[in-house]
């Protein structure tokens, strides 16, 4: 378990300095980490970790079953687009990761959004059968994501 505790307080800005590429140094250092809690995620989406990031995660991080991790969104969208569109490591997730703790983020995903974010997580997390959001924002990506569970073998359909 790696736990690193960044929380923001609401008034001073975005205390989480991490990168995307500190986030790959960490993970690569650790890819037997069953656990990893990378701060709490803020109001702010000034940190400098984004999608890249949990991409780094799925990739080194095989065995994890419990993620919490700061990043930013206010790009999720364009992130994800390009990792479906790219080669950038996307084929190399193996990570059997089932619950993602998103924390309170400030973004609403809404329309055709919810749909790219939905299949970029999946692709990110292959198993991942529940997104939560202790904020309320991402109420319809977390609905999409149920909607596609096979209920039956309880694993993601692509």
Known sequence: MLYVDAHCDGVGGCIFHLTDDDV???VAALPH???LHL???CNFNSCC???ASVLSISIHCL???VLETHFNTLTIVDDIKRLLDGGSGRDNTKCKLRRLMVGYLPLEVHG???ETVVVGFKVIFPCL???TDYGGHWHEPRCKLRDTID???AVPVL
């Open 151 to 153: 209920v039956d073998t």
């Open 39 to 41: 701060g709490r995620a």
């Open 33 to 35: 980490l069953k656990s």
């Open 63 to 65: 065995n994890l079953m």
């Open 24 to 26: 790959e140094e960490i």
């Open 49 to 51: 970790t984004t999608v």
């Open 112 to 114: 055709e959004d919810v």
């Open 129 to 131: 059968t529940d997104l």
